[in-house]
């Protein structure tokens, strides 16, 4: 059977664990494809909320192997703390698989993360600050340390040794910051985390195609958004790696042929953590009532997120990125006491109207959104189970925004438990 890609549309947080959760009753096989530990992903099952930092989505149904693909940067104390709390909340965390091919996230790595946010000033990213974009980065260098070497002691002294020579220089000379000890991080990822995650370690690539030639259905999960990826997203304030659906080939070990289905997750708003341009946004009372109605802060890091109207000129693009074939529309009861929305069609700038993103950055951080007004429905919809039972004028807000990304919408969430989705369509 083909695989089937989970990818954000927009800054993240859109609710892919949500959705992930959902389609992961039918696969055998969950794949978190790329990122870290910057990602929080939240499942709520009878009221109680997990919320997923590493490991995937899939994890909550014992008949699911959750697979952390080569793509995925791990730093082995988180991976370990979230396996224990899971495992504390009867989670058997036991069937995880863990790819050799990625890579760890060293002390350094977070250290530096926080350092360079601190030399950026006012032009600071707003990172996690969790070391997942100098992880990355030695990776590009091919000098980091991957998840296999904590099999084998001796390469990991060795290639310890090398790079802690040049990270140590950049933390004394650069930040003035003391010299981390090679034994410290010795002890620490090879006699305490090497153990505990050995068992885990396995051929996740082997693990997909087994599953793929099975027959089984095999769901890859996308960390952060279409708008945060390396290579697409308002760079720099991106993040640093390629959450977009083509990264979901490099990053588990599939090739496009595999993927069938692509499922873009958008929020019935939007939202942002951390710096860069955001078109859209809400800086007066309707985007504190985004931010109080729609729980707007961090899983994980607690921050407040921005938050704006739907734009669907992203939207149009996301399609674009990542072949979108559908969009699950997440957070629409979020919207239930507006009494007016509006929707961002298109861009105007200097005289000129963009109905797709505009190539150039400086366009994206100047540009003033056409907006087109909807009517609310200020109804409860939280309840909702059925199509037929969504207020019209949600239906139509709905129907629209599906319109204007060029995709059916198949499912809407209103509400954060599991079974607050309601299917549209067929
Ligand atoms: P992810 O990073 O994409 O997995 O999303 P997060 O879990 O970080 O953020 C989404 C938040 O919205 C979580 O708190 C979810 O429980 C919540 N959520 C997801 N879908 C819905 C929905 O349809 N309605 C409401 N009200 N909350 C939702
Ligand atoms: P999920 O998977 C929202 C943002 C950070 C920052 C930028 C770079 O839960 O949707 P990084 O630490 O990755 O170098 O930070 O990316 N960011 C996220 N924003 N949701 C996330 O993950 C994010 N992961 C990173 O706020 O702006
Ligand atoms: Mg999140």
Known sequence: MPATVVVGTQWGDEGKGKLTDLLAKEAQVVVRY????????????????FALQLIPSGVLYPSVTP?????????????????????????DCSRLRISGSAHLIMPYH???????ERRLGRNKLGTT????????ADKASRIGLRVQDLLDPKIFRQKLDLVLREKNQVLAKVYNRLALSADDICARYLDEYAPRLAPLIADTVGIVHDALDAGSEVLLEGAQATFLDLDHGTYPFVTSSNPVAGGACTGAGIGPRHIARVIGIAKAYLTRVGSGPFPTELTGSSGDELVERGHEFGTNTGRRRRTGWFDAVMARQAVRLNSLSEIALTKLDVLDTFETLRVCVAYEHDGTRYEHLPYHQSVLHQATPVYEQLPGWRTDTTGTTSVADLPTA???????????????????????GREQFVRVGD
């Open 67 to 91: 697979v952390i693909g080569n793509g995925v940067v791990v730093d082995p104390q988180v991976l370990l703390a979230e396996m224990a709390t899971l495992e504390a909340r009867g989670v």
């Open 129 to 136: 600050k969790r070391g997942i974009g100098p992880a990355y």
């Open 34 to 49: 790329q990122g870290g530990h910057n990602a929080g992903h939240t499942i709520v099952v009878d009221g109680e909320s």
């Open 110 to 116: 977070q250290e530096l993360d926080s350092l360079a």
């Open 394 to 416: 949600a239906r139509a807000y709905v129907d629209r925004l599906s319109e204007l990304a060029g995709v059916p919408i198949h499912l809407v969430g209103v509400g954060p």
